[in-house]
């Protein structure tokens, strides 16, 4: 295939899936918007976490609060669990890659605070102990997931938010996730904020 051709290709694959998204995405990505600004209102925190490229994005989002979206406001409290390499080599060492995310959340986490959780298919166990913990800690969850992603969907509550991408290709979804960020940043922004 022409590379032009394939460049072309993946930015219609790209569109086509966020168009499809919008769908079923806006109203919960809205939802969890609101459910930030409230936990940020309230003196909370958001703690984010996920592996591989979703762990980048879970830096990322925290990069996002902490610094600025697009505009300049007041830094606000996030924390990506994937950033400190001491503690998670610690905890990986001590009691198991299981443990690197779940301990931190019983560590950081407190009632009110928010959990996002990024997981582009089947939820690591990591993941999912992240959950259990965050159920011990009363604190919400926003997940991030994609296409075949059922088990971080089984882990969730009837209050939890989740925002799926509807695509099965991992860079498809990792793009996404990253539109989600943005507008979530945005909305967040807004609402603290005002327009």
């Known amino acids: 295939m022409d590379p032009i051709e394939r460049v072309t290709s993946l930015f219609a694959e790209s569109t086509q899936l966020n168009t499809v998204a919008l769908e079923s995405q806006a109203a919960p990505i809205a939802r969890a918007a609101r459910c930030v600004v409230g936990c940020l209102l309230d003196g909370g925190k958001v703690l984010s976490c996920g592996n ?33 390499t001491t503690i998670l080599t610690a905890i990986a060492v001590d ?6 995310f779940a301990k931190q959340v019983g560590a950081l986490g407190q009632p009110g605070d928010v959990l996002i959780v ?12 992240a959950l259990e913990a965050s159920r011990e800690r ?58």
Do not use: K, W
């Open 52 to 84: 591989g490229s979703s762990a980048a994005d879970a830096q990322y989002f925290a990069a996002q609060m902490q610094h600025r979206f697009e505009r300049e406001r007041p830094a606000l409290p996030a924390v990506a669990l994937t950033a400190d």
């Open 118 to 129: 990024l997981s582009i298919r089947d939820a690591a166990t990591n993941l999912q102990r």
């Open 95 to 100: 009691d198991g890659l299981d443990a690197i």
């Open 138 to 195: 009363q604190m919400q969850v926003i997940a991030l997931t994609g296409g075949t992603d059922a088990d971080t969907a089984d882990g969730l509550h009837a209050e939890d938010i989740e925002i799926r991408a509807p695509g099965f290709e991992a860079a498809r979804i990792l793009e996404n996730h990253r539109l989600v960020i943005h507008c979530l940043c945005d909305l967040i922004d807004l609402q603290l904020m005002g327009g």
